[in-house]
């Protein structure tokens, strides 16, 4: 199936691009407090409020506030966190496990940390899978673009497997999560740096590839680029 490009904004503003390597955040339910919530709306309200600053257009600013609000959501998610389920090895480990079932079958994975409120991932769909996918049917979505398909399938398979391990129920992941299109090697290459270097920033480690649920260790253990996917990591 051919996939047209698409942009959807629910709370958070999505946009597919067929071939595009996918930055992409997800978050616990309860992982930012409530007063971070108020904190992130007000800041987004006073954005959307600001004109372009000289030398942006219209796109190029919607683009840098994305990352403006990301990058303080992030902030939130990094030192004040509600809630830090995947400090339990066992739930980061299943969280890892379910990004590496269909790596190099479904989509190229080039990076990715679990931290204890989130995880990050930077990912490509294959096109060989994209064009063999079947129209989605089920009523509830009108398209559900292979990025929604596998960060879908992901966050269902792993939320089950989290519960499993707590003995609880329910849902676990907030139900949209943070997604960015990367459009050049020198970008990719700030991200994969951003994503890895996680957990220094967030003082659990001094260098990156002590980090258990990471793909530092294994990228440079391998010297695999930036601009190549890490292939299956287990």
């Known amino acids: 199936m051919n996939f047209p490009e698409i942009f959807r904004r629910r709370r958070l503003p999505h946009w597919d691009v067929p071939g595009a390597v996918y930055f992409v955040t997800a978050c616990l339910l309860d992982s930012i407090p409530a007063q971070g919530l108020l904190d992130l709306d007000q800041y987004r309200r006073k954005l959307l409020g600001r004109r372009p600053p000289t030398g942006l257009t219209a796109e190029e600013w919607k683009a840098h506030q994305w990352k403006l609000t990301f990058a303080r959501a992030d902030d939130w998610l990094d030192t ?69 398909r596998i960060m879908h399938s992901i966050k269902r398979h792993s939320g089950r497997r989290c519960n499993e391990l707590r003995g609880t129920q329910g849902a676990f992941w907030q139900d949209e999560s943070y997604d960015h299109c990367v459009f050049d090697v020198e970008e990719l290459g700030r991200i994969i740096d951003y994503v890895e270097q996680n957990p220094v920033r967030a003082g659990l480690v001094r260098d990156s590839r002590d980090w258990a649920f990471s793909s530092a260790k294994y990228r440079l253990e391998r010297a695999i680029a930036i601009d190549h996917p890490l292939g299956r990591w287990q």
């Open 80 to 148: 004040r966190p509600a809630c830090r389920d995947l400090a339990d090895p066992r739930l980061a480990a299943s969280v890892v496990e379910s990004m590496a079932y269909f790596a190099g079958d479904r989509y190229d994975v080039y990076a990715f940390v679990v931290m204890p409120s989130h995880f990050h991932w930077v990912f490509r769909p294959i096109d060989s899978w994209v064009a063999s996918l079947p129209p989605d049917e089920s009523g509830s979505h009108p398209l559900r673009t292979p990025r929604e």
